[in-house]
């Protein structure tokens, strides 16, 4: 992989890794309601169940979702419902760190299954794929070099709209404030919903 490529990677990772969408929405409102070290689990959850799907990408089920429609509209619905039912949950917690079925608590495993269904995760898979590593001589040294690239950023993007998150915890735990705040993250995730219907 030549100089050239590798700049056009770093922008291309950049760009979606860093604009909003469910998994750097998810990261703000966990630490926002939870504090970093709930949301934690979520950071890490993201880059690993991201490398996964590159993996897969890289390996021809990416070739098979596009080639079968009927499969990626499974996986487009899935990842609507379940970002919806996100929004739904986020939207009615008020209290800080709240416990109850109306609180928003994503695991490791849930993290990383989101992946799955998370349609902007899967245009950046198949992006990388073609235009990074398939058909290349050197397909697998340049996955080598795509796979770190790709799973540094989703760490550092997370961790980063999560520190925000945390940042903003005192603040929003005046008033109303943090129903507010969660009623806006649920929007945006109803938002991204919206425009995954679309792609």
Known sequence: MNWQEFTALLVLATAMSFSPGPNTTLSTALAANGG???AMRFVVAVPVGWTLLLVLCAAGIGALVVAVPSLRLGIKALGVGYLL?????LSGSGTLGRADGASLDIGFGQGVMLQFV????????LTLVAGWIA???????RFAIVAPVMLAYAFVSNFTYALAGA????????????LWFNRAMGLVLVLTAWWMLGV
């Open 167 to 178: 940042l903003l915890r005192e603040w929003l735990s005046k008033g109303k404030r943090l």
């Open 118 to 125: 998370n349609i902007k995760a899967w245009l950046l898979a």
């Open 135 to 141: 058909g290349q001589p050197d397909a697998l040294g």
């Open 85 to 89: 039912w996100l929004a739904y949950k």
């Open 36 to 38: 970093l070290p709930r």
